[in-house]
């Protein structure tokens, strides 16, 4: 059975960083494209940052020169560097793996991150 799971969730301050992390477990996505996403209250969920197996990365503009994605395929686990936290940036965060068909087939099932003023 596939698996993603995220953690490195929590509640911190304005300004602090965070490092999320995510475990792939019964299949390797070495060469895959991983993601994180993320949904705020009351919003639709949306793409945060990408990287695919060169090491390629892609970010949302809300996020850019604070968030760093970064895989290590040895350990399965891709990861989430979140610096200067606002409390905009309150949500669930999703890792996400792309499928053959290069949609985001696997899912996590979230760690929350919360940004207090």
């Known amino acids: 059975q596939v698996k993603l799971i995220e953690s490195g969730g929590g509640l911190v301050q304005a300004g602090d960083s965070l490092r999320l992390s995510c475990v792939a477990s019964g299949r390797t996505f070495s060469d895959s494209v991983m993601g994180w996403f993320r949904q705020a209250p009351g919003k639709e969920r949306e793409f945060v940052a990408g990287i695919n197996w060169t090491g390629a990365t892609a970010y949302a503009n809300a996020v850019k020169g604070r968030f760093t994605i970064s895989r290590d395929n040895a350990k399965d686990t891709t990861y989430l560097q979140m610096q200067n936290l606002t409390p905009e940036d309150t949500a669930l965060y999703y890792c996400?793996?792309?499928?053959?068909?290069?949609?985001?087939?696997?899912w996590g099932q979230g760690t929350q991150v919360t940004v207090s003023s």
């Open positions: 996400a793996a792309q499928g053959t068909a290069g949609r985001y087939d696997f």
